[in-house]
T-cell receptor, first 114, second 112 residues
């Protein structure tokens, strides 16, 4: 059983398009995250949701809009894609109440903007 | 602010060599410390963790000890294998509502 899944795994699109990435976790966790990993492997947190409520919103262009329809899902919509948006995007989840804080990551979505 | 510093890579070792990847942190209070590993083409996965000073985390032959006096959490393994080739991230977290602070990652290549 996949714990944290993302779709699609690869996404190639042109500048100016709008695209979405979906994330689902079946771990029963109440906190979910989006990260961006650049070509040098540097990880940057973008957003975090706890029980469908936004709790972390880093300095991210407002072209990026997360949406959490329920605790198990966190989607990322990107408007007007730019070349600099090319990266690998990771979804992650954690169970806060256990106080262990480790995060479980999805396999990533490699976004290429041409 | 909170931060994590790791030794720069890439690190290349021969199989069965001893591995150390240095990690130091800056944070107030008592953060939890983690090592995550990212194998090629995959997401990160937790390798080990420590939640208080002098704790030793261990997994798959890897170890790291939470040293508050030196604000360090160095990763070690006595004998690396080719399958250990990956990127290793040191990380800290203060509370469940804080963001995790990741280090820049250290790429390890183990050659036969």
């Amino acid at each position: 059983d996949t714990a944290v899944s993302q779709t699609p795994k690869y996404l190639v699109t042109q500048m100016g398009n709008d695209k979405s990435i979906k994330c689902e976790q079946n771990l029963g966790h109440d906190t979910m995250y989006w990260y961006k990993q650049d070509s040098k492997k540097f990880l940057k947190i973008m957003f975090s949701y706890n029980n469908k409520e936004l709790i972390i919103n880093e300095t991210v262009p407002n072209r990026f809009s997360p949406k959490s329809p329920d605790k198990a899902h966190l989607n990322l919509h990107i408007n007007s894609l730019e070349l600099g948006d090319s990266a690998v995007y990771f979804c992650a989840s954690s169970q806060e109440w256990r106080k262990t804080y480790e995060q479980y990551f999805g396999p990533g979505t490699r976004l290429t903007v041409t | 602010g909170n931060s994590v510093t790791q030794m720069e890579g890439p690190v290349t070792l021969s199989e069965e060599a001893f591995l150390t990847i240095n990690c130091t942190y800056t944070a107030t209070g008592y953060p939890s410390l983690f090592w995550y590993v990212q194998y090629p083409g995959e997401g990160l996965q937790l390798l080990l963790k420590a939640t208080k000073a002098d704790d030793k985390g261990s997994n798959k032959g890897f170890e790291a000890t939470y040293r508050k006096e030196t604000t360090s959490f160095h990763l070690e393994k006595g004998s690396v294998q080719v399958s250990d080739s990956a990127v290793y991230f040191c990380a800290l977290m203060k509370t469940s509502y804080d963001k995790v602070i990741f280090g820049p990652g250290t790429s390890l290549s183990v050659i036969p």
